[in-house]
């Protein structure tokens, strides 16, 4: 069965500097991955995904991850943070195979403080 | 063009009744995905709708839950004799995925809030 770790509940980084926001998995085969964005009170928003190719993915509002096979990660960043960015971010697996429905990982909670 | 919608946003209900909760998919979405999100749980996925074939009822708590997907679209899921473990976000999504589209990111609704009392 598939897994992900999202290892740290809140993450916590003034405006200006760089974010990241990390994420591991654990499935067989190949490894469809996925970020998503949770304001409070709303659903959650699409960021970017990992299918194939370049293992560096650029998503929405300049949050870009990078996909790495032999540490089996997933990590957001942003080069940038803006205090808009602070919310909850969920990584998310589907795995290979017919299964459609996401795995996600347990959120983390990022606060950009002015 | 309008997103996923979910009807009601909130609902309190007492331990024992049934509740009804909607979902309005994109238009045009084959996929239909319903995730409940609660404290403790975290993101849980509950069931599949792809086109006409059979859901994927894997994630279903138990036999209180169903749901159903009417001519493809609006889906409702139906929780009877609620209990308070039930008190949670139902989520649905949608996307647009045909057979081998596995990369296709889903689109969440809102949520309907759902509390047992």
């Known amino acids: 069965a598939q897994s992900v770790a999202q290892p740290e509940d809140q993450v916590n980084v003034a405006e200006g500097n760089p974010l990241t926001v990390k994420c591991t998995y654990s499935?067989?085969?190949?490894?469809?991955l996925f970020w998503y964005v949770q304001y409070p009170n709303r659903g959650l928003q699409f960021l970017l995904k990992?299918?194939?190719?370049?293992?560096l993915v650029k998503g929405s509002y300049g949050f870009e991850a990078e996909f790495n096979k032999s540490q089996t990660s997933f990590h957001l960043k942003k080069p940038s943070a803006l205090v808009s960015d602070s919310a909850l971010y969920f990584c998310?697996?589907?795995?290979?195979?017919?299964?459609?429905?996401?795995?996600f990982g347990s959120g983390t909670q990022l606060t950009v403080l002015p | 063009g309008a997103g996923v919608s979910q009807s009601p946003s909130n609902k309190v209900t007492e331990k024992g009744k049934d509740v009804e909760l909607r979902c309005d998919p994109i238009?045009?979405?084959?996929?239909l995905y319903w995730y409940r999100q609660s404290l403790g749980q975290g993101l849980e996925f509950l069931i599949y709708?792809?086109?006409?074939?059979?859901?994927?009822k894997s994630g279903l708590p138990s036999d209180r839950f169903s749901a159903e997907r009417t001519g493809g679209s609006v889906s409702t899921l139906t929780i009877q004799r609620t209990q308070q473990e039930d008190s949670a976000v139902y989520l649905c999504?949608?996307?647009?995925?045909?057979?081998?589209?596995?990369?296709?990111?889903?689109?969440f609704g809102p949520g309907t809030r759902l509390t047992v009392l």
């Open positions: 999504a949608s996307s647009s995925s045909y057979r081998g589209g596995r990369g296709d990111e889903q689109f």
């Open positions: 499935v067989s085969g190949n490894p469809y």
């Open positions: 990992y299918i194939t190719g370049d293992n």
């Open positions: 998310a697996v589907r795995p290979s195979g017919s299964a459609r429905q996401l795995t």
């Open positions: 238009s045009g979405h084959t996929a």
């Open positions: 709708f792809q086109g006409n074939s059979a859901p994927d």
